[in-house]
Each structure stands twice: as C-alpha cells, then as structure tokens.
T-cell receptor
Framework: NAGVMQNPRHLVRRRGQEARLRCSPMKGHSHVYWYRQLPEEGLKFMVYLQKENIIDESGMPKERFSAEFPKEGPSILRIQQVVRGDSAAYFC????????????FGPGTRLLVL | DAKTTQPNSMESNEEEPVHLPCNHS???????IHWYRQLPSQGPEYVIHGLTSNVNNRMASLAIAEDRKSSTLILHRATLRDAAVYYCILSRMDSNYQLIWGAGTKLIIKP
C-alpha cells in the first residue's frame, strides 16, 4: 500500500512566480492536511481538507495561498507570486476517516524562492 | 493553544533505553497526547498516542502521569535509526483535534 506521495520533492521558483505542490493521500484516505516547516522549527498547520471541501483553513495566509482537494486527483497547494519568505518545507498528511486519527505524512516538498 | 514543553536535545547510548519527557500542564480532560518523530530530511512519522492510560506498541511505550500534566515516551532499546526529532503534541477536541507542534526534542544516539 503506497504511502502519502508528494511532488515535486524540490521546487525552485523566482520571486513572483507561482508554485504548485501536489499531494496524493494514502489509498482510502479522504482527509488531507498541509503543514509548513521552517528550518529548526516544528510544523505549522495550514489547512485541512476533505474531498471537495475546505474544513479548516485557519493556518493559511490570507493572500496568495490556496488549497483544493478535488473529487478526482491529488490535493494541490498553490502559492501565487512567491516571495523569499515562502521558502520552506511543505508537508502533506492524510488520515482515514476523521481529524482525530493518526496522520500519515508524505516526504515533503522543499520550496526555494530565489 | 495547547502547549507542550520538551528539552531541546537529549543524548543516549545505542542499545540503551531512552526516556523522553514532555510537560503539558494546561492539558484538559479531552486532549489526546500524541508523539511523532521526524528523521532528517523526512516527513514526520507517527509513534504513539494516548489519553489517560499507558500505551505500548511495537515502536515505543507512552507513560502518562496520573494528573496527565506530563508524559514520557520510552524507547526500550535505542538504535542509531532512532536518531530524530521527537514531537510531543496535544490534540484538543475544541480545536477540532488540530495538532499544535512545538520544536521537539532532538535525540542523539551515540554508538
């Protein structure tokens, strides 16, 4: 059973470009979470989605960031007009049926903004 | 936010038990205690979780104090592959079980 998959693993963008990060949850999981991690820090929650619905986006910056989890295909975290401060590791996790369950994490996407 | 306090780092010898402490003095009755670990350059990995009673699984044991204000993750026989950052996290029912991550404890295993 494949785990959570994220791609790309590394992404380099220049300031002002768009970054698209993809996450395929574990098979059978319908809950997806996105986190951001800066070096030497813990993870910061960004958004929690179920299929076609955003359940909790309390950790998302108000501008430039958006997330979706369509009926078909992976979840996408989109960052428009990237700035240097967006450079971080972005992790996706999934769980089976509810938020209180164990979350299984992907390997992350490391975004570098030049 | 449900806050936990952990030492920044700990060292242990290979093949010896490791006790990783966590204080969570503001815990409420419905908060779960979770432990995850993160190996270098990898995503976090679930270790164990509990509510009130001590818990055991193939990876570790979780000892929860009677007043629930602290807990200890026990690795019974540490190996070099256990070197990681260990995060103690509370998930709070009234925050919809959101995981609030601290800085964790960096565990160094000496051969």
């Amino acid at each position: 059973n494949a785990g959570v998959m994220q791609n790309p693993r590394h992404l380099v963008r220049r300031r002002g470009q768009e970054a698209r990060l993809r996450c395929s949850p574990m098979k059978g999981h319908s809950h997806v979470y996105w986190y951001r991690q800066l070096p030497e820090e813990g993870l910061k929650f960004m958004v929690y989605l179920q299929k076609e619905n955003i359940i909790d986006e309390s950790g998302m910056p108000k501008e430039r960031f958006s997330a979706e989890f369509p009926k078909e295909g992976p979840s996408i975290l989109r960052i428009q007009q990237v700035v240097r401060g967006d450079s971080a590791a972005y992790f996706c996790a999934s769980s089976h049926t509810s938020r209180g369950e164990t979350q299984y994490f992907g390997p992350g996407t490391r975004l570098l903004v030049l | 936010d449900a806050k936990t306090t952990q030492p920044n780092s700990m060292e242990s010898n290979e093949e010896e038990p490791v006790h990783l402490p966590c204080n969570h003095s503001t815990i409420s009755g419905t908060d779960y205690i979770h432990w995850y670990r993160q190996l270098p350059s990898q995503g976090p990995e679930y270790v164990i979780h509990g509510l009130t009673s001590n818990v055991n699984n193939r990876m570790a044991s979780l000892a929860i104090a009677e007043d629930r204000k602290s807990s200890t993750l026990i690795l019974h026989r540490a190996t070099l592959r256990d070197a990681a950052v260990y995060y103690c996290i509370l998930s709070r029912m009234d925050s919809n079980y959101q995981l609030i991550w601290g800085a964790g404890t960096k565990l160094i295993i000496k051969p």
